[in-house]
């Protein structure tokens, strides 16, 4: 297991806002990625959850400073490929930077107001639990996940090879839905069977991590 930090580029900056880490969604994001906890209860609280944020949710987190540790994980993680999947895209936010810079993009939400209130329109939009991905296997270049919850089987099994998981946390460990990069990593090469390495970095108030397996896997 191994992970470079790289140089602060953007200047570390803390929340103003209120800590996540005793939020309900730091239990339920902890205990599905270490756990496995995840069923149909609890898929419909997330959904509901953000269902009701989803009117306002552009609103109050379009700013130029969220796309910051996105921009700095793609340019300094040194991302490629060809297909890519937002997933738990919510109203599009990063899925604007990707669609600038990929060809083939699709966002993925398990909110269907989120997709109703999305501000993009030019790349498909599917509603789907991310414990069940609709992609098949060995078919993704690259998985961003911006303040998702993580399930570490179902990214093994459809992301390609030399493919990259971009794991983005806009508040840094203040994030609700938060892990960090070198629990992803571990529990990335738990569920491979073989080495992951990424490289990572703070960025404003954000943290990302870019991973990719160390060694080819054959499957």
């Known amino acids: ?66 796309g910051v540790p996105v921009e700095d994980a793609l340019e300094r993680g040194r991302v490629y490929g060809e297909r890519v999947v937002d997933l738990g895209a919510g109203t599009g936010l990063a899925t604007q930077i990707l669609i600038n810079k990929f060809k083939n993009v699709v966002a ?36 961003l996940a911006m303040n998702m919850i993580l399930f570490p089987d179902e990214i093994e099994r459809c992301l390609k090879n030399e493919g990259f998981l971009v794991w983005i946390s806009s508040r840094g460990p203040e994030t609700p839905i938060y892990l960090p990069p070198e629990e992803v990593i571990d529990l990335m090469s738990v569920n491979s069977g073989v080495s992951w390495s990424g490289v990572s970095a703070h960025a404003l108030e954000g943290t990302w991590l870019v991973a990719k397996r160390s060694v080819t896997m054959q499957r």
């Open 108 to 143: 993925l939400d398990i909110s269907k107001e989120m997709i109703r209130n999305s501000v993009i329109s030019k790349t498909p939009q599917i509603c789907a639990d991310g414990y069940s991905l609709p992609f098949p296997n060995n078919s993704v270049d690259v998985f």
């Open 1 to 66: 297991m191994k992970i470079t930090y790289l140089p602060t580029v953007y200047p570390q900056q803390k929340s103003d806002r209120e800590s996540g880490s005793a939020s309900r969604m730091r239990t339920i994001t902890r205990e599905a990625a270490h756990k496995g906890i995840w069923d149909v209860v609890l898929a419909k609280e997330v959904k509901e959850l953000f269902d009701e944020k989803a009117s306002d949710w552009s609103t109050t987190r379009n700013v130029p400073s969220r």
